[in-house]
């Protein structure tokens, strides 16, 4: 049984889902970049797996959402997944009037999964982190289409329905046209913790994780994660010493991601809250995060991730 109370059938057999998508993945030199082979890693995938939880349950939404997650939502498995949610909300009362939808921006190592767990404190709300599918840095209409529908759809049957990604920054714009009184809350982080966070969580030398340079560059390692951060070129000292090359691009990401977000709210004050990530646990701030989404929460001194080198961790119902 999972902490939402369904009972869950495991198939203990079978291989799990993440080390088979390694597995696959490593076979065929999956490019993260290309679609094509996303798309077909995503169909394998699923025929391996499509009967592993009942229909209705959680275990099922979040299981295709995990296969969705290391690839990609093909028409297929989109349609699993939307046919499995409505499943599971045929039990619940719809909304007179759909509740509020609330956005979660930063770059990543900024108290998103803190700000989730705040936001969840409300009453009857849906909060998720990082809720697959994957949005690249140049969304695909695929993309995006998914989420304005998972949006829509949860609406109708929660207060609030929040979701927090650095992906969201560039498909905020897409969200608020089809979601006219949606709202985003952005979290900023000074550079240099930000990065060295980054850093930690990401790896060292020659062969570590850095999402922010072209793939197939022979000093770090490719990941499914790279498409949903922006490319810069990479520093001539790389070749000699990696882990300060990617301290320079880390840098330059996070302050252009800042200012990005700063112009952003600059335009829209009254659609995006700017929060600083070494507030996020004062009790005010959270009076005003809880003012400005039109909902009461209860403020906490929790803080999620906090030193940790697990990324965008946070164990319990948080994909959905």
Same mark, same amino acid.
């Given at each position: ?35 094509a ?6 169909e ?7 009967e ?13 959402l995990e ?10 498995l989109? %349609?699993?997944?939307?046919e499995n ?12 009037v ?20 705040i ?12 809720n ?12 995006v289409?998914?989420?304005a %529908? ?9 207060s609030?329905?929040?979701?927090a ?20 809350i952005?979290?900023w982080r000074?550079?240099?913790?930000c ?10 030398g ?7 340079v ?14 949903? #951060?922006?490319? #810069?070129p ?10 300060a ?7 330059? #990401? ?8 700063q112009?952003?709210a600059?335009r829209?004050?009254?659609?995006i ?41 946070w164990?319990?119902? #948080?994909?959905?």
């Amino acid at each position: 049984m999972d902490q939402s109370g369904v009972i869950v059938n495991r198939h203990d057999s079978a291989p799990s889902l993440s080390a088979e998508a390694q597995r696959l993945q490593g076979m065929r030199r999956i490019d993260p970049y290309d679609r094509a082979t996303c798309e077909n890693l995503a169909e394998v995938l699923f025929d391996i797996y499509r009967e592993q939880h009942p229909m209705g349950t959680l275990a099922r939404g979040r299981h295709l959402l995990e296969i969705i997650g290391l690839s990609f939502p093909t028409p297929r498995l989109t %349609a699993a997944y939307f046919e499995n949610l409505e499943r599971m909300l045929e039990g619940k009362q719809r909304r007179s009037v759909p509740g509020r939808i609330i956005l979660g921006l930063g770059t990543g190592r900024c108290g998103s999964s803190t700000l989730t767990a705040i936001l969840a404190t409300i009453q009857g709300s849906c909060c998720t982190h990082e809720n697959p599918p994957l949005i690249n840095w140049n969304p695909l209409e695929d993309q995006v289409r998914f989420h304005a %529908a998972r949006l829509e759809l949860l609406a109708g049957f929660f207060s609030l329905v929040f979701d927090a990604s650095h992906w969201w920054l560039n498909a905020i714009g897409e969200l608020f046209s089809r979601f006219p009184q949606a709202k985003a809350i952005g979290l900023w982080r000074d550079v240099e913790p930000c990065v060295q966070s980054f850093m930690t969580v990401k790896g060292f030398g020659w062969g570590s994780i850095n999402h922010w340079v072209a793939p197939s560059n022979r000093i770090w390692c490719s990941n499914f994660y790279d498409p949903t #951060y922006p490319i #810069y070129p990479i520093p001539e000292i790389s070749e000699t010493n990696p882990d300060a090359g990617k301290r320079a691009v880390l840098a330059r #990401y996070v302050r252009d991601y800042n200012d990005q977000l700063q112009k952003l709210a600059a335009r829209a004050p009254e659609k995006i809250l700017l929060i600083r990530t070494d507030n996020l646990s004062q009790t005010t701030v959270q009076e005003r995060i809880f003012t400005f989404v039109g909902l009461r929460g209860e403020p906490s001194k929790i803080v999620l991730n906090a030193g940790k080198v697990g990324d965008g961790g946070w164990a319990g119902p #948080y994909k959905f």
